[in-house]
């Protein structure tokens, strides 16, 4: 079990960058699988980056090229870069993570933290 704690939301205009920052409990080192995922406005929730445990990245079709997902394994933090926002960009971003996990894309994560809101006005 690992506890998660997102940061760095905001409100911001389109264009414009926010770095997002995900604080882990205990090492993130031995973790199979991290991630980001979003939740915009009367949508499901969907995964947006994803970090594996041999650094191994993934994106969604929608972010890629414009977000950028890292980890601190010094620091226990997982960070999600996110440049050139759009409007639909705009939801929560929640942090997740596990130990023991084979796909990181898909969202049967057991540890999640309580999200940050990204707001983007055109």
């Known amino acids: 079990q690992v506890q998660l704690v997102e940061s760095g939301g905001g409100s911001v205009q389109a264009g414009g960058s926010l770095r997002l920052s995900c604080s882990a409990s205990?090492?993130?080192?031995?973790?199979?699988?991290m991630a980001w995922f979003r939740q915009a406005p009367g949508k499901e929730r969907e995964p947006v980056a994803t970090?594996?445990?041999?650094?191994?990245?993934a994106y969604g079709a929608s972010v890629k090229g414009r977000f950028a997902i890292s980890k601190d394994g010094v620091e226990n933090t997982l960070y999600l870069q996110i440049n050139s926002l759009k409007p639909e960009d705009t939801g929560i971003y929640y942090c997740?993570?596990?130990?023991?996990?084979?796909?990181?894309?898909?969202?049967?994560?057991?540890?999640w933290g309580q999200g940050t809101q990204v707001t983007v006005s055109s």
């Open positions: 205990k090492s993130t080192n031995g973790i199979d699988c």
């Open positions: 970090f594996n445990r041999d650094g191994t990245t």
């Open positions: 997740a993570a596990d130990s023991k996990k084979h796909y990181c894309w898909t969202d049967d994560y057991r540890n």
